[in-house]
């Protein structure tokens, strides 16, 4: 007799993931400002640099100039991370941690940036490879839709929501869980859904404030005389979006992990839409 075993879903409410990340964010803003500086400044001087030098053409290059601002960003939301997830495990009163002993801390934290830096690295390619082939060919005249396309597209939709999970890798490494194990938990293609839940909860929000600032910057930037194509201009708005992308990828990093703590705890919590 063969018995079949059930996939366990690994799911969590990310309404309340989210609101835990904004929370902390909220709460320790002070001390993460603070603590951010070195990765923030890497992060606008790294970005500025393209804008001066001209390379914002060469897409595919990007990541790695930027890589040394990866590596400081990595390490400082690994750590921001697991100082998050203490604090929310001491709040809880938790009868037995779930994280990595302390002495294995700094190991992970390690990992956890390394694992990072090269999820950038492949962004960095796969967007680069996208934007430059589009730019390859500007002026191609577009082919009408057909049923093979609107498949194939359906495909690679479906494929990118399955695939979403392997972005988050670092977050259970900094918690001192195997790899193996992360994938293992979290098999089921619908374990992506929170996931892809709580990260529009961050990226909604974070981009409807750069569109806001944006706006704002280039309203001051005609008053004072600087156009849309002068390098002032552009380094400002470069500043923008360094300060955005990483309150975004602080953000969503600490509502997933916050998710994924409480899987590997056994809540099994179910985000209640109703």
């Known amino acids: 007799m063969t018995i079949k075993r059930k996939i366990a879903v690994a799911s969590f409410d990310f309404v309340e993931s989210a609101s835990h990340a904004y929370r902390f964010l909220w709460v320790q803003r002070s001390a993460i400002l603070r603590f951010s500086a070195m990765a923030l400044a890497i992060k606008i001087l790294s970005l500025i640099a393209l804008v001066v030098f001209g390379l914002q053409e060469f897409s595919l290059r990007q990541g790695l100039y930027l890589l040394p601002s990866f590596f400081i960003e990595g390490w400082a939301i690994a750590t921001l991370v697991i100082m ?3 604090e929310h495990e001491a709040r809880s009163e938790t009868r037995k941690s779930i994280l990595a002993p302390g002495k294995d801390t700094a190991r992970n934290i390690k990992a956890a940036m390394i694992v990072y830096v090269l999820t950038k690295l ?3 390619f796969v967007v680069g490879s996208v934007y430059g082939d589009q730019q390859a060919a500007p002026e191609a005249a577009a082919s009408e839709p057909s049923m093979q396309s609107f498949f194939m597209a359906l495909v690679i939709i479906a494929f990118m929501i399955w695939a979403f999970r392997f972005l988050w890798i670092y977050i259970p490494v900094v918690m001192g869980r195997s790899v193996r ?3 293992a ?3 089921a293609y619908s374990d992506s859904f929170p996931m892809l839940g709580v990260w529009i909860l961050c990226f909604v929000p974070a981009m409807i404030a ?4 944006a706006e704002m ?3 001051v930037m005609n008053i004072l005389g600087f156009g849309s194509e002068t390098i002032v201009f552009e380094s400002g708005l470069a500043m923008i979006q360094a300060l955005a992308d990483y309150l975004l990828s ?4 600490l509502a997933v992990a916050y998710g994924m703590y409480s899987v590997f705890n056994n809540e099994n919590k179910k985000t209640e839409i109703w």
């Open 250 to 253: 602080l953000l969503s990093s």
């Open 217 to 219: 910057f280039g309203g």
């Open 84 to 86: 998050a997830l203490h």
């Open 181 to 183: 194990e992360y994938l």
């Open 210 to 213: 750069l569109k806001v600032l």
């Open 122 to 124: 492949m962004l960095s």
């Open 185 to 187: 938990r979290f098999r």
